[in-house]
């Protein structure tokens, strides 16, 4: 399925099954054809960090290698831009694992 909560049920499932601090999810059609009544490049990714689930609907062009690949793009952009909002407990106050604090 290509919808915000099939993304959102998964991220939220790997989070809950893993244990993870972090969880991301992509769900679309690569193409060349369209699935589930949604066109070729239709892409849902949701990212799950620290009980909150943020997601993002893209619609891209191109071969479904070049989807694939946008898609990965997006998806760990997605994941910095989470990250900065909600950092794991261990490293909110600039704790740097190695001691290190340069």
Do not use: F, N
């Not at 793009?73 to 990250?83: G, P, Q, R, S």
Request: net charge negative; aromatic share 0%; glycine share 12%.
């Amino acid at each position: 399925m290509i919808t915000e909560q099939a993304a959102t049920a998964m991220a939220e499932g790997v989070q809950r099954l893993t244990g993870a601090h972090v969880a991301a999810a992509v769900t679309g059609a690569g193409g060349p054809e369209g699935q589930d009544g949604q066109p070729p490049g239709t892409v849902w990714i949701a990212v799950v960090a620290r009980g909150a689930t943020t997601t993002r609907q893209l619609h891209l062009d191109g071969e479904p290698p070049e989807i694939c690949d946008q898609a990965a793009t997006a998806t760990i952009e997605l994941l910095c831009e989470v990250l900065e909002k909600h950092p794991p407990e261990d490293h909110q106050s600039g704790d740097h694992p190695s001691g290190d604090h340069s």
